[in-house]
């Protein structure tokens, strides 16, 4: 059901990105469409508009360790049952489900796509006046495996020039990188 759920999902999120947004080369909509159908993104739309952490069947294992929470099985549960809408109803129906519950995510994907790759413009940076790229390192990772919180620092010939923190190191990175943007590295 799973992989079922996820073709459905890539195929209408591409569907959508192709017809709102002609303008876009082909490289930016497959990275949106990336950035809609990745695990986060899932594991946030079954939370927050379907509720599947509490309609979830975990083994004890599961239950005791957080399973509710953790973002691989939130979003495996969201394909499924967006695979289930699809043998059941159709594609329309389907269809239908998947633009309700990415109401708004598109154009909130779009809009921060063509502002906020952080890390790309600050190497672009870097590169032009200093002659190095930068590199981030993880400085702290506090919380519990399924809700961790990781700051990040990104360096440039051995300076800190920006610090950011998120749910994940790759958010935690591109924050680093807007900071030491917006401080005018």
């Known amino acids: 059901?799973?992989?079922?759920?996820?073709?459905?999902?890539?195929?209408?999120?591409?569907?959508?990105?192709?017809?709102?947004?002609?303008?876009?080369?082909?490289?930016?909509?497959?990275?949106?469409?990336?950035?809609l159908?990745?695990?986060?993104?899932l594991a946030r739309i079954a939370r927050h508009?379907?509720?599947?952490?509490?309609?979830?069947?975990?083994?004890?294992?599961?239950?005791?360790?957080?399973g509710r929470a953790k973002q691989s099985?939130?979003?495996?549960?969201?394909?499924?049952?967006?695979?289930?809408?699809?043998?059941?109803?159709?594609?329309?129906?389907c269809r239908n489900l998947i633009l309700r519950l990415y109401e708004g995510e598109v154009e909130k994907a779009v809009g921060a796509s063509l502002t906020a790759d952080f890390k790309s413009q600050l190497q672009e940076v870097?590169?032009?006046?200093?002659?190095?790229?930068p590199e981030y390192h993880v400085i702290s990772a506090k919380g519990p495996d399924h809700a961790k919180e990781f700051i990040v620092e990104v360096v440039v010939g051995g300076r800190v020039i920006g610090?950011?923190?998120?749910?994940s190191k790759?958010?935690?990175e591109k924050e680093a990188a807007k900071a030491a943007l917006d401080a005018g590295t």
Do not use: W
Request: hydrophobic share 35%.
């Open 126 to 133: 870097t590169q032009s006046r200093y002659h190095e790229i």
């Open 163 to 167: 610090k950011g923190s998120g749910s």
């Open 1 to 35: 059901m799973e992989f079922l759920g996820d073709s459905m999902l890539s195929a209408v999120v591409a569907e959508k990105l192709y017809k709102d947004y002609p303008g876009l080369s082909e490289g930016d909509m497959t990275k949106l469409r990336s950035a």
């Open 73 to 93: 099985i939130l979003a495996d549960a969201l394909e499924a049952v967006i695979g289930a809408v699809f043998l059941d109803q159709g594609f329309e129906a």
């Open 49 to 66: 508009h379907l509720k599947l952490d509490g309609y979830l069947y975990l083994g004890h294992g599961e239950e005791t360790s957080g």
């Open 37 to 41: 159908v990745r695990r986060e993104t």
């Open 170 to 172: 790759r958010e935690a």
